[in-house]
Every structure is written in structure tokens, then in C-alpha cells.
């Protein structure tokens, strides 16, 4: 008898919500993900970038290799993150890409990648074309960016009933994974023994994990799709029971997934938030690279992928399904619908009743925006909803040139520049109905959280795209729904009050870009008319900047062109800068150059001879009474003008704390020769002054690794340690880490060595200088680039007439990958023992 496989997959779901703010199509600063961006910065640090080189190291810490986690693992990464990655995190993206293929390669021509359902929406709630566009779009990005059809497909909360299964099978997929919770009861496949055709009842988790099943569609066809049943006893001990803190342990924990009791060749597979692997638990991508690389067949296992078992073990067990059901609510999709009791970070006494009524506001707005939608885009297009599952080609490579294919390709008619701008506001009213369905906005504890808050923004950016085709006051019929939805925290009310303090102020206008865009062109030096705001090109048409005193007048005219919707807005703005963070910015269309020419003399001439309040008085009836200050503009702008107006302050500041610092330097010290303690006073002063200064010698040095300036550098560290005082050296480490990454890339275009000596010159320097600098990049490049040569460095000895330089040679690349914390014993006693 045939000896059976213990076959292992690992299957990550990695995946952030969209965070993007709808009207500028970028994510802003997330102050409670400090110190990074925003979440998706500050997990893709902990974990997306990590499982794309995650480390294998010795007792002493030192690195034995440096896996790409992506090659070994099943996974699926949300098509919104992916975008993000692609943008914000481009080795990373790259590197997951290359792990697909190598896969391919691997595992038999089954790639490791699985698609998503686009947005992350609970599909079993969804209308059925809704879940036919996030299928279809969920593929279609797969297909972009990983160059090939997708096998499998990962549903939302692996939230699943019969249509959502068979509307994958129509879109061409041929498994999805989901919890063996799921199961509802299983019999053999082509049976004629009628005692092995009757059903078995798994609906309390205990169907076998070790194969896959075939579902048969409710549809009255022979049509199937293949299901694989996570083991659920080990995905949870590694998602909640700290498995991930010792690769050993959790090797071992995959392990007791084996059954002798299965004579087939058994899959052991577990499914977890790709989050565990580095954000949930620190260094769990190091746990899952050494299980999988260096254990996992040590202890018997072979590591496969779905596509690949699938291939090679044909399910031989029908099953059934329990409709409406998911992994992460045991009352079936209760959590994206009802007060069910399942609930994250919920406090005592709290419930989840404003679930309800979220769901009935946002589904009402979803079939208000259903009836516009079909009767304003069948003016335009010959089938508005296959449009509509076709516009993820605009999404995912959004330019005018593509904008105009598409709507050529779909449209029933020649189209004006206006109509088109009107179909993709009307596609675009679609994708943020189908944004505000994201799975999220009901997983947590309160409405008043920022998931929910971002939904309704999606919601607030529907209804006022809307706004240009109907007549029906959407926002007000949807604020009463929202009222019912009552929030736990009492200071926040419901639905609608959190909209009105939270979404309400947030949402954008295009006088809010001119004003940004005004207000900035005071503090930016403009090399052309163009520039961009965020999702807007704009062209300054007019700009004309007066002063008196300290006063200044800008008076301008701008064309902006939306790159979402193509939209076009001609501006004319009045800018009074009084001084500090005062600012007056008044702004309407043009309306002629004729008028605007008048307004423009009118303005100057009561700015050069009239009192400010006339000029005011002008804007007034000239703009209207409205106006937007510095508290209007996008909030990283506002920060960085802010930090411009107060560096004058800054700078007395810091030249007070040196004078401080200077004159009382030498008093201080004898104080401390006497036993006595620093005032507080003046080692705030020392500790500015001399931090300040061990950084701009760094900083404005013509080359870091001078030894001129390693001297200086070192005294200042000297004379802080006599004050007992730590310096902030975060500039100079972040100065060194990225000088040292880039020489490091040279090196591996050019092994030459005299660049190879200055790089361990430069990690001596650091070293003396006490900077613990940041080597991760530099050891990636080194590790893939210049260490896994050395070997065939080492074999090509042999052919080389003068032997002795080459062997100093390589001695220093080694040298060099010791400094990089990796651990080169074995190749060095490799090159002292080579003899030729």
C-alpha cells in the first residue's frame, strides 16, 4: 500500500478596509495610528512588508535566511489594500507578485493567490447584482495585477448562502474556504450503496477538515462548487492562544492536525487573519517562516496550496451548507444585521441594536440610488449594470484615456464631453453604494467607531453625487432612518447626530480645493501654472499677489479637473492674508473675463487706498458672505502651514534654550562636581541644544561618513553623557539607515571594493556614534542581491589565476553580512578551507 501524504497549507486573509476619504480618493493622517500615517502604513510595517522577508534566525540573532512567506502560503489580499500596497508600499507589492509565480512554479501551476470579493461585503445580504459586480470586480483585479485567472476566491467573513456560491460558479471559480461551522451534513459522492448515500450530520463542527467537498448549486443543475473546511481547532489557538510566539510550538500544534485514522493523502489547513502573522502577534511572520521552511518537513509534511490538492485529491464527500452563515458570527450573519450578541470591544451594558437600523438606512438609500441610476444611465449606456461590472477596468487604471475607452465601448451613443463626465458620476454614485456595505461598519461594539463613521462618508458621497439627478432630498430621508440607530455613548446620540458632527463637516467641495489651493501657494514655491490637489489637476489661469504692510492680497482664477468623474470647475478666488493664521478666502465661478477683470482692479485699487474693512465689504457683495479660513484646509496641509507660521517662534525658542545652554554650561558643571543635582531648567536647554546640534552636524555634513565629523559627533555625545542627559538621535539615525540602504544598492550593482570597505566603515561610525540604525533594507539587498553569490563566488575560485585577492575579496562581503547581523559561519569555513 501506497505510502499517504500529510499534505500542509497555511492560508492568510490579509485585508484593511478602505479608508480613503471619498471626496480626495487618498487616506488622511490617523492620528491614532501614530506614530505612522495611517493604519494601513502602520501594519503593512508590522506585517504585510515583514511576511515579504520575514527572518530566520539563530540562538544569537543572527539571520540564517530570509523567506518571502507569500511563495509558501494560500492567501488572498483585499484588491483595496492591494491598490494601496501598489501605490504606498511598491516592494512589497512587488515582492508579493514574484511570490505568486514562484508558486506556480512550486506547487504544479496553481498559484498561491486567491481573489476577494472587492469591497469586503457580507454577500449573503447583498442584492444579486451587487454580488455579481464585487465577484466580478474582485476577479478582474486579481486578474490586473497577478497576470492570471483566479482558482479560488476568499467571500467576506467567509459569509456564504446558494446564490452567493452559484454566482461564483457563473464568474468561472472553482473553490472558496470556509469554517467548519459551515457544514451543515456530508454523504459519499457516486455511491450506489443506499446505506452510504444517507447524510451525516456535521453541523456542530466535526466535519473532517483533511479533504476537500463538493456543493451542488440549488439551481437544478449538475453545476458544484469545491469546498475546503478549515481545521478550526488550530486556526483558533494560533489567532487567539499566542501560538504564533514560538515557531516550535506552532509547528507542532499543525502536527496534532494529522490523523492516522484518514486513509487518504490528508490536507492539514488553517485559516486566520494574515494580521496574525506580525500585527496581532509581534514577529509571527518569524514563527510562520521557520515553521514552514525549516520544519514543516522535518515533521512530515509537504507544503501544497489549494489549487494544487485539488488537482491531485478529487473530493470524494457531497456536503451541505449552512445557508447565511459565516466564521465570525455563530448566529449565521447576524452580526452585519441584528443586535446578535457577537460583538469586538463592547463594554458592559452596552448592545448592538443600532445594527438594525444601519442596515435598513443604508439599504433604503442603496434602492433610492438603484432608481436613479437606472433611468439616468439609460440615457447614455446600452446595459447600465454590465457597465457597471465593467467599470472596475476604470478603477483599476484610472486615466482620461481609459475613462474614454470605456464609455466608448459601453455607451449607445456618441457621447459629449458632459454626458461622459455625467456616466462616470453615475458609476461612481454606484461604487460608493456598494463601498458603504463594507463588512466592517457592523463588527464593532458602538456606531460611534471610526469603521461605521467611514461607511456613512461613503453614504454622504453617494447621496451628493446623486444630488445633480434627482429632486428628491435623499440626505434628510436617510438622517431619519439613522436616527432609530442609537449609539451606547450617550454624548454621541444616534445615526443621524454622529452623521451631522462627523460625516456632514467632512465632506468636500471644490471651493474647499481653491481655498486649499490659494491659501498654499502663499507658502509653496509653484514651478508651473499646474498642480495637483489630491484628486484634482488644477491650472492657475490668473494669479496676481499685492502687499501693504503685512497684509496681502491674492486674487486668481483656476480650472479643476476632477480625475474621478472629469468633471470640470472654473474659479475665481480673493484671498486676504492679514498676518499669522488669519486668512479670508472668498470664492464663486467665473462668470466672464470681462467682470472679473473689473472685480480685480475694484479689489486692488481698495486694497492700496481704502480701509481692510472696504476690501471686505467688496468681497462680500462681490462673493457673497461666505468664506473659508485656515481651518478649511485638508488637515496635513493645515498642519505643515501651521508649522511655517510658528517657525519664527521655533527659532527664538531655540535660541533662547542654546543661550541658556551656553551661559549656564560651566556653572553646571561645577555644581555636579559638587555633588548637586542639574535644575530641571537647564537640562531641558541641554537637552534641545546638544541633540539639536549632534543632529545638524550629521545633517548638513557633506559626507556622513567623514571622520571630521564622527569627532565632533562624538564629543557632543561625550558631553551629553557627562550631563547624564539622552540625546534624541532619531534624525540621524533615519539619515544613516537610508545612506547606508542606498550604498548598499550600489554595491550590489557595482561589487567593487572600495565601496564595500566604506559600507563597513560607515557601520563602525554608527557604532561609535551609539546610533542603532535601522538595517532591514540593507540586509534584504544584501541577502537576495550579493550573499547568495557568494557561493558560486567561492566555486569560481577555481577558474581565477590569481586567487588570494578574490578570497580578500569575498572575506569582506562576508565581513560586511556579519556587520548585517547574518550569520556566515558556514560560508567562511567554506572559503578558509578552499584550496583550489
Not at 476537500?212 to 458544484?224: E, H, I, M, P, S
Not at 543661550?659 to 559638587?674: A, F, R, T, V
Request: hydrophobic residues 35%; glycine residues 6%.
Amino acid at each position: 500500500m501506497a505510502k499517504k501524504e500529510y499534505y500542509l497549507t497555511v492560508h492568510g486573509h490579509f485585508y484593511q478596509p478602505p479608508r480613503e476619504n471619498p471626496w480626495l480618493e487618498i487616506i488622511e493622517l490617523q492620528d491614532s495610528a501614530l506614530p505612522f500615517h495611517d493604519w494601513n502604513d502602520r501594519i503593512s510595517y508590522e506585517c504585510y512588508t515583514p511576511n515579504s522577508v520575514s527572518r530566520i534566525v539563530d540562538h544569537n540573532s543572527q539571520i540564517l535566511d530570509i523567506v518571502n512567506n507569500y511563495s509558501l502560503i494560500s492567501f488572498n489580499i483585499g484588491p483595496t489594500l492591494l491598490s494601496w500596497l501598489e501605490v504606498n508600499s511598491p516592494k512589497t507589492y512587488g515582492r508579493i507578485l514574484e511570490a505568486d509565480k514562484e508558486s506556480l512554479e512550486m506547487f504544479s501551476g496553481h498559484g498561491n493567490a486567491l481573489a476577494q470579493v472587492y469591497n469586503h461585503m457580507i454577500m449573503p445580504l447583498a442584492n444579486e447584482r451587487d454580488k455579481y459586480t464585487q465577484t466580478i470586480w474582485g476577479i478582474r483585479d486579481f486578474e490586473h495585477r497577478f497576470n492570471r485567472k483566479p482558482e479560488g476566491i476568499w467571500l467576506a467573513e467567509t459569509a456564504v448562502d446558494d446564490t452567493s456560491l452559484r454566482v461564483l460558479v457563473d464568474c468561472g471559480i472553482k473553490f472558496t474556504i470556509l469554517s467548519p461551522y459551515q457544514a451543515e451534513k456530508v454523504r459519499p459522492l457516486n455511491s450506489n450503496d443506499e446505506e452510504e448515500t444517507k447524510w451525516f450530520d456535521v453541523s456542530w463542527g466535526n466535519i473532517d477538515p483533511g479533504c476537500a467537498y463538493r456543493y451542488f448549486l440549488k439551481d437544478g443543475t449538475d453545476r458544484y462548487i469545491d469546498l475546503f473546511f478549515y481545521d478550526g481547532s488550530i486556526s483558533k489557538s494560533v489567532a487567539f492562544e499566542n501560538l504564533l510566539y514560538n515557531g516550535d510550538k506552532f509547528i507542532n500544534r499543525l502536527r496534532d492536525g494529522i490523523s492516522t485514522a484518514r486513509d487518504y493523502d490528508q490536507l492539514v489547513h488553517i485559516s486566520t487573519d494574515g494580521e496574525s502573522y506580525g500585527h496581532h502577534t509581534k514577529f509571527g511572520d518569524m514563527a510562520l517562516s521557520y515553521a514552514l521552511k525549516k520544519r514543516s518537513k522535518q515533521v512530515g509534511f509537504k507544503i501544497t496550496n489549494y489549487g494544487e490538492y485539488l488537482e491531485k485529491n478529487a473530493p470524494k464527500y457531497e456536503v451541505e451548507i449552512k445557508e447565511n452563515s459565516s466564521w465570525s458570527c455563530c448566529h449565521g450573519v447576524g452580526r452585519w444585521k441584528d443586535d446578535c450578541g457577537c460583538s469586538t470591544g463592547a463594554q458592559a451594558g452596552w448592545n448592538q441594536k443600532w445594527r438594525k437600523p444601519l442596515r435598513n438606512a443604508l439599504n433604503w438609500l442603496r434602492d433610492e440610488l438603484i432608481i436613479i441610476y437606472e433611468k439616468q444611465a439609460s440615457k447614455y449606456l446600452k446595459d447600465s449594470w454590465k457597465a457597471r461590472n465593467k467599470y472596475i477596468d476604470v478603477i483599476i487604471d484610472r486615466n482620461k484615456s481609459t475613462i474614454l475607452s470605456f464609455c466608448k465601448h459601453e455607451s449607445s451613443k456618441v457621447l459629449s464631453e458632459h454626458e461622459i463626465v455625467e456616466v462616470v458620476k453615475l458609476l461612481e454614485m454606484q461604487r460608493q453604494a456598494m463601498l458603504m456595505f463594507t463588512s466592517c461598519g457592523w463588527f464593532f461594539a458602538d456606531i460611534s467607531g471610526i469603521e461605521t463613521t467611514q461607511l456613512l462618508k461613503y453614504a454622504a458621497r453617494a447621496m451628493q453625487l446623486a444630488e445633480d439627478f434627482t429632486e428628491i432630498d435623499l440626505e434628510n430621508q436617510f438622517l431619519c432612518k439613522l436616527e432609530e440607530a442609537q449609539s451606547n455613548i450617550s454624548d454621541f446620540g444616534n445615526g443621524k447626530s454622529l452623521y451631522l458632527s462627523f460625516v456632514k463637516p467632512s465632506i468636500v467641495s471644490v471651493k474647499q480645493v481653491v481655498n486649499h489651493w490659494a491659501i498654499s501657494s502663499l507658502f509653496e514655491e509653484r514651478s508651473s501654472a499646474e498642480a495637483g490637489v489630491y484628486c484634482y489637476d488644477i491650472k492657475s489661469i490668473d494669479y496676481k499677489k499685492i502687499k501693504k504692510l503685512n497684509n496681502t492680497l491674492l486674487i486668481g482664477r483656476l480650472e479643476l479637473v476632477s480625475n474621478i468623474t472629469l468633471e470640470k470647475h472654473d474659479m475665481i478666488y480673493a484671498l486676504m492674508h492679514y498676518g499669522g493664521e488669519d486668512f479670508h478666502c472668498a470664492i464663486r465661478g467665473f462668470s466672464g473675463g470681462g467682470q472679473y477683470k473689473k472685480l480685480k482692479e475694484e479689489l486692488v485699487s481698495k486694497f492700496y487706498s481704502r480701509p481692510l474693512t472696504e476690501v471686505i465689504r467688496c468681497l462680500d457683495e462681490n462673493f457673497g458672505k461666505d468664506y473659508y479660513t485656515l481651518k478649511d484646509l485638508f488637515i496635513e496641509q493645515r498642519r505643515k502651514i501651521v508649522s511655517i507660521l510658528i517657525k519664527d517662534q521655533l527659532e527664538r525658542f531655540s535660541s533662547t534654550y542654546k543661550s541658556l545652554y551656553e551661559e549656564g554650561k560651566y556653572p553646571i558643571l561645577q555644581l555636579m562636581e559638587l555633588g548637586l543635582q542639574i535644575p530641571p531648567e537647564f537640562k531641558i536647554a541641554a537637552e534641545y541644544t546638544l541633540s539639536d546640534t549632534f543632529n545638524a552636524v550629521v545633517r548638513d555634513a557633506d559626507d556622513i561618513g567623514n571622520i571630521e565629523l564622527l569627532q565632533r559627533a562624538v564629543d557632543i555625545s561625550e558631553e551629553a553623557e557627562k550631563l547624564g542627559i539622552v540625546l534624541d538621535k532619531a534624525p540621524a539615525k533615519e539619515l544613516y539607515s537610508s545612506y547606508l540602504t542606498q550604498k548598499v544598492i550600489e554595491l550590489s550593482e557595482n561589487m567593487d571594493l572600495h565601496n564595500l570597505e566604506n559600507i563597513i566603515r560607515i557601520i563602525s561610525l554608527t557604532k561609535k556614534l551609539k546610533l542603532t540604525i535601522d538595517l532591514t533594507e540593507a540586509q534584504n539587498i544584501y541577502f537576495n542581491s550579493i550573499y547568495n553569490k557568494v557561493p558560486c563566488m567561492i566555486s569560481n575560485l577555481a577558474n581565477v589565476e590569481f586567487v588570494e585577492p578574490e578570497k580578500k575579496f569575498i572575506g569582506k562581503i562576508l565581513e560586511l553580512g556579519k556587520e548585517l547581523h547574518l550569520n556566515v559561519e558556514q560560508i567562511v569555513t567554506e572559503l578558509e578551507n578552499f584550496t583550489g
